[in-house]
């Protein structure tokens, strides 16, 4: 019995432990050091509904043995293209939410199809490939942003007329455009429902995709690709497949963070994050070629638990604002932690 | 050769088991300095089991040690590591390369031997820091290189080198070993031309004269008679033979290597197919799967039948049904119930309904961290749309988890597999009844042709019948056509109606199975490359 | 041989491709060749040394060694000690090369070990591990100096008495390394001294190939389990090459930062490591294989296009952001573009056995 608790906590990971009780203190100690439990838990809630998505953006690469997707932003600038070319048109409101997302399916569909190419040719050094394509493509579209011929007078720089601003303001566009739907307002609490519903969708839609015929074939690919293609699946369609989607996900997701957030960043924003939503998603129990939709959903919750506590709580504890490094120690230490792992399916 | 000296090695009632599977009982074997013996068995009868006791490989350490004794010059020795052995004067050529292949010949003759020079860093940082010492390098090289009596290229890089310059890479390394009084070589003239294995075994001999023993594992029983002083043969982890090679010859080698008392396989019902169509024709297959290279076969299997491959490990029966499966490289026609199919593509040999059983188990043939009923159902669910609900149309293929569970148990009954629930995870299983998952996989795509591979290889007694029962059994009332590649001829013979053979990569005969084991053996060693 | 030939211009594809964009650029940034050959020079001297600290892990197997970032930041607590002390001028920098040797040697330690446990994927590994230990550094440096750490003086520390500035000033230290033996050769300044340091440091390293760790190195980096078995202890080897890395990595460190003359506390080290790969690869360079002369090579160019494209932009587009993005983009993309011609090499020389099979058969 001692033996099999010990069992479980080695599979849990002492990190991922002490980032979990971490937490948890943090949790017990706010109303202590008198912090606003309500707003905290509300904040939680608010910054769960942005980020969701890019967590969830993980779940079908990893499945298919493509590993984390370090390449995230390449779906990010899917979404960004997606949301300046829906204001650029003049759409307005959550009509213009709507259009960002449907101009930026198309961008990512071409992106994750090269991209998932790529991945094929080079099946083993995905991870690190990944976080350099994302690097690059980041890099190519600053100069992007600064060539593309945008005209909006709401998101080019005053002076020069030309040339997209780092920081747009989605106001009287998209801003709450999902958040406001049946928004509900208890105290101190304010819960996103609409944000919140249309995570459950997609979150729905990745969970049923698994149980049908092709999201087995995923999973199998990532569990052992040579059974898979000894049962006669064809592997690189299908880690292409959970390539666009990733892909996919990431640009829907960096368009719901932006109508949380208000803002729309631009150059080098979407840089580094890829690293946030991968160490969520680990700390949230998955492991380099596993992952379900509960440990997104748990992922995410501590992920930005603790970004959001430790400011706060720390702040009054020990005046001495040191969230951003704690941050940085316990998403990185996850992720370096998870990578050390003989996480290869066993042989 | 002085017979009448003390011996250099003597092995004494060595015994040894793998968790309670006895694979060598009661090895005695006695070796004078510079004698050349040559060890000769089927795979599995315990010669490299002995080898790596000898040379004090973890494996063996790792799973138990080993009874009886070794000693050496009189000395009662037992190695923990290889190391222990070199520094006591063994060397051993293993059948895989060890070499860095970027470099060349001389570093790595000494690789982690290289002679050094000290310098000033060197005394205050530790000897790692000294510079090594090219000049005297390339002396001991060339001095093994001679004393091996084969002429290589010491400054060539190991990847622009042809095989055999490998193999005598590996023999100077030993050479170059002050120490050294005994040598293995384990197969050395499998990837030698016929030149390169002559120039061999003119150095063996020059290393016999030098008071050098060696201990010479191979195939090919002419090289064993023409350079061993001793023939020593193996089977079924015994020593059954042991007499000067002068008094042997190559047809009294193969009856002990393969004769087990005739008549031990009882009598059974051998079905005559001559008649029956053809169902799968190979024609000029080749197949690139390392270490089962098949150069050139061309086979044809009757429908209903069950058709044996049988041959020596490393000869290329594994290659075939790999290669017709599309798991490895390939080339040639393979044509199945009169419709050709293309290599290299896994879906239209299952689409066509043949199916395949891999002899890795673990690699290819079970995702281990998934239930058993992912196992059985997903190539029939994938390739046959068995399984699934369709929802829309057809345009949602839903998982049908309830007929998933339900076949699965249905092969859980019928095969006896011993498992806490169909939801168990295929890594936590014995190897036996991994076996019955692959095959239970196999069964559910019903298949016209089934290729089973190494059915009961690494796998208890009881499982292995009742494996071999559960093919004999699918074949004879599903009338589907089997096809078993084996290593185990006694398993061949008491499963099959034909037994192909193949040595060299290429088919060296068909037999009906109650043909004698002798003609089998011959077979089999006709083609050795 | 044609094979070979091949492999070398696909090596060769890189330089030529920079050596292009340079021919290109170099006419319309209006530089003087008097400024560029000095700009150029400049930087030679400031970062070759960094550059050369990523050759050993090559040599070892281990590939680029992201991790070198954990030297670069070893080398800024040292100066920043040695900058409280007020010990100034060489002598300073001597003293903050030594006692950011012990930094380095526990850091590489710790690298190494983590790297042990990630085998085959000890880039992405050593590209995280860059980024926790600045995690730590920040602790080290924003809130256990002037707390746990005494530091004297409030020019470097930050307002509210802990903590380090977000820039501390080297001005004690700047250039002192170069201007003592510089020299001028028409108008061009050439810091002699660092220049020697960095030749003394080019022999050290091929003087290393020649000895036995270097030898075990070699063997390593191309075949672990060949070199575990003839008994070379491959686990401390690789741990000794990143400590190597990571101490050569502080000592570049300091040369970078007393040719800048500050130190940027919080974010100096962060780029530096995709800074240095990225000149090394345009050297020519790939993930196994990488030489003094890639390391020179590719200082040359790419710090030519560093300092030509913004220019060029600029001219071109008129906009002097784009020439900035250009060369950032053109880093990434040299990385990206050699790390997946390694992968797809690696699997090329897999597929090509079959060949011969097929041959030999037609050849019946």
């Not at chain 1, 048109?89 to 259009?99: E, P």
């Not at chain 1, 739907?181 to 919140?196: C, D, K, Q, V, Y």
């Not at chain 1, 959970?242 to 829907?252: D, F, G, N, Q, R």
């Not at chain 3, 940027?264 to 360079?285: D, E, K, P, R």
Request: include cysteine; glycine fraction near 10%.
């Amino acid at each position: 019995m001692k033996d099999k608790i010990m069992d479980s906590l080695r599979e849990f990971g002492l990190p991922r432990l002490i980032i979990t009780g971490f937490l948890v203190l943090l949790l017990i100690m706010a109303p202590f050091v008198g912090a606003d439990l309500p707003t905290q838990i509300s904040n939680i809630i608010n910054r769960f509904s942005w980020n969701g998505i890019l967590v969830l953006a993980m779940v079908p690469m990893v499945h298919s043995g493509c590993g984390l997707n370090f390449g995230l932003p390449l779906g990010i600038i899917s979404g960004l293209l997606g949301a300046t070319i829906s204001i650029e048109m003049g759409f307005t409101g959550g009509m213009s939410f709507v259009v960002a997302i449907l101009v930026a399916t198309p961008f990512a569909l071409v992106f994750g199809a090269l991209y998932g190419w790529l991945l094929n040719k080079i099946k083993g050094g995905e991870m690190m490939i990944a976080t350099y394509v994302g690097f690059s493509s980041v890099s190519l579209m600053c100069m992007m942003w600064l060539v593309l011929p945008y005209h909006s007078p709401n998101m080019v720089w005053g002076l020069a007329g030309k040339g997209l601003r780092t920081t747009i303001s989605l106001e009287g566009y998209f801003d709450q455009a999902l958040a406001s739907i049946a928004r509900i307002e208890i105290g101190n609490i304010s819960i996103p429902t609409g944000t919140l519903i249309f995570f459950a969708i997609l979150a729905f839609a990745i969970w049923a995709f698994l149980h049908t015929k092709t999201g087995t074939a995923m999973t199998a690919v990532g569990s052992n690709p040579v059974f898979a293609k000894a049962a006669g699946i064809n592997v690189d369609r299908i880690r292409m497949l959970s390539v666009v989607m990733s892909t996919w996900l990431a640009a829907i997701g960096i368009l719901v963070y932006e109508q949380g957030f208000g803002f729309i960043q631009l150059y080098m924003a979407p840089f580094y994050m890829a690293l946030p939503a991968v160490s969520a998603i680990l700390i949230g129990g998955a492991s380099v070629n596993k992952a379900s939709i509960m440990n997104v959903i748990v992922g995410t919750i501590l992920f930005q638990g603790i970004v959001t506590m430790t400011p706060t709580v720390m702040n009054n504890m020990i005046h001495m604002d040191m969230s951003e490094v704690i941050r940085i120690i316990a998403s990185m230490g996850m992720i370096l932690f998870a990578l050390t792992r003989k996480t290869e399916a066993s042989r | 050769m002085d017979r009448n000296s003390a011996p250099l090695l003597t092995m004494q009632g060595i015994k040894k088991d793998f968790f309670g599977n006895q694979v060598l009982e009661d090895i005695n074997l006695e070796l004078r300095p510079g004698e050349v013996l040559g060890l000769c068995g089927e795979n599995g009868a315990g010669k490299s089991t002995l080898m790596k006791i000898l040379f004090g490989a973890a494996d063996i350490a790792e799973t138990g040690g080993y009874e009886g004794d070794i000693f050496l010059d009189g000395q009662k020795v037992s190695f923990q590591t290889p190391f222990e052995a070199i520094a006591a004067g063994i060397g051993m050529v293993h059948q895989e390369f060890s070499l860095i292949p970027g470099f060349d010949a001389t570093e790595n003759i000494l690789l982690n031997r290289e002679p050094e020079k000290h310098n000033y860093v060197s005394e205050i940082f530790g000897d790692r820091l000294n510079t090594l010492d090219r000049s005297e390098m390339d002396t001991r090289a060339k001095n093994a290189i001679e004393k091996m009596g084969v002429e290589i290229d010491r400054h060539m890089m190991i990847n622009t080198m042809p095989v055999g310059h490998k193999q005598f890479t590996e023999i100077a390394r030993e050479l170059s070993k002050e120490q050294l009084r005994l040598l293995i070589l384990d197969e050395p003239t499998a990837v030698l031309t016929e030149r390169e294995a002559a120039s061999l075994l003119d150095s063996i001999r020059g290393m016999s004269e030098r008071g050098i023993s060696v201990i010479f594992i191979t195939h090919r029983l002419q090289e064993v008679l023409s350079v061993c002083d001793t023939v020593a043969v193996m089977r079924d982890g015994v020593l059954v033979e042991c007499v000067p090679a002068a008094e042997t010859s190559v047809a009294a080698i193969t009856k002990s290597m393969v004769g087990r008392s005739v008549g031990t396989s009882q009598k059974r019902e051998i079905k005559n197919s001559d008649g029956a169509k053809t169902i799968l024709k190979i024609d000029r297959l080749w197949v690139d799967m390392p270490g089962e290279t098949v150069r050139d076969v061309s086979l044809e299997v009757k429908e209903g039948e069950i058709l044996g491959i049988g041959g020596l490990a490393g000869q290329g029966k594994l290659g075939i049904p790999n290669g017709v499966m599309g798991l490895y490289e390939a080339g040639g026609t393979v044509e199945f119930d009169g419709k050709v199919i293309p290599l290299g593509s896994p879906r239209e040999c299952l689409d066509s309904s043949f199916a395949f059983v891999s002899e890795d188990r673990r690699g290819v043939g079970l995702l281990l961290d998934e239930s058993l009923e992912w196992n059985v159902a997903f190539p029939a669910m994938q390739i046959q749309n068995k399984f699934l609900k369709k929802y829309l149309g057809g345009l949602i293929k839903w998982r049908d988890e309830k007929a998933i569970r339900e076949v699965t148990e249905k092969y859980i009954n019928e095969l006896q597999i011993k498992c806490t629930s169909s939801k168990q995870r295929a890594k936590e299983l014995s190897g036996g009844n991994q076996q019955k998952v692959c095959l239970a996989k196999a069964f559910a795509l019903e298949p016209k042709l089934l290729f089973v591979s190494e059915p009961t290889r690494g796998i208890d007694v009881g499982a292995k019948a009742l494996v071999l029962d559960a093919l004999r059994k699918f074949n004879r009332e599903n009338g589907v056509t089997v096809v078993m590649v084996s290593s185990e001829l006694e398993e061949l013979r008491m499963t099959c109606d034909r037994i192909a053979i193949v040595s060299g990569g290429r088919i060296s005969g068909i037999l009906p199975a109650d043909s004698s084991t002798e003609e089998f053996g011959t077979m089999m060693l006709s083609g050795v490359v | 041989m044609n094979d070979k030939k091949k492999i070398n211009l696909r090596q060769a594809s890189v330089p030529i491709m920079f050596i292009i964009i340079c021919i290109f650029c170099i006419p319309l940034s209006g530089l003087s060749p008097k400024m560029l050959i000095n700009e150029i020079i400049t930087r030679m001297g400031r970062n070759a040394f960094l550059i050369l600290s990523l050759l050993i892990p090559i040599m070892a197997g281990m590939g680029l060694n992201f991790g070198m970032t954990l030297g670069a930041m070893a080398a800024e607590i040292a100066l920043i000690l040695v900058c409280d002390w007020q010990i100034v001028g060489v002598p300073g920098m001597v003293l903050a090369a030594i006692i950011s040797v012990p930094i380095s040697v526990l850091l590489g330690i710790f690298c190494g070990k983590i790297l042990n446990r990630a085998k085959g994927r000890e880039m992405i590994t050593s590209y995280i591990m860059a980024f926790f230990i600045n995690g730590i550094y920040q602790i080290v440096v924003l809130y256990l100096m002037g707390k746990v750490i005494p530091i004297k003086h409030s020019s470097i520390k930050l307002p509210r008495g802990y903590g380090i500035r977000n820039t501390v000033s080297l001005l004690s230290m700047r250039q002192k390394l170069d201007n003592m033996l510089a020299i001028n050769v028409a108008g061009v300044k050439i810091p002699l001294l660092t220049f020697i340091i960095i030749a003394i440091m080019c022999l050290v390293i091929v003087w290393f190939r020649r000895t036995k760790l270097g030898q075990d190195m070699r063997a390593v980096g191309q075949d672990m389990e060949v070199a575990r078995d003839a008994g070379i202890n491959v686990e401390r080897t690789r741990i000794i090459s990143i400590v190597i890395s990571t101490v050569l990595a502080g000592f570049g460190m300091i040369i970078y930062l007393q040719n800048m003359g500050n130190i940027a506390t919080y974010t100096a080290h962060s780029q530096i490591g995709m800074f240095c790969i990225a000149a090394l690869l345009v050297g020519g360079a790939s993930v196994d294989k990488a030489s003094i002369g890639n390391v020179f090579l590719g200082v040359v160019l790419f710090h030519t296009m560093f300092i030509v494209a913004p220019r060029a932009g600029a001219y071109i587009t008129g906009d002097s952001m784009i020439g900035e993005y250009f060369r950032v983009f053109v880093s990434y993309a040299v990385i990206t573009v050699a790390l997946i011609m390694y992968e797809t090499n690696k699997r090329k020389a897999k597929s090509a056995a079959s060949m011969k099979l097929k041959e030999a058969q037609d050849e019946e």
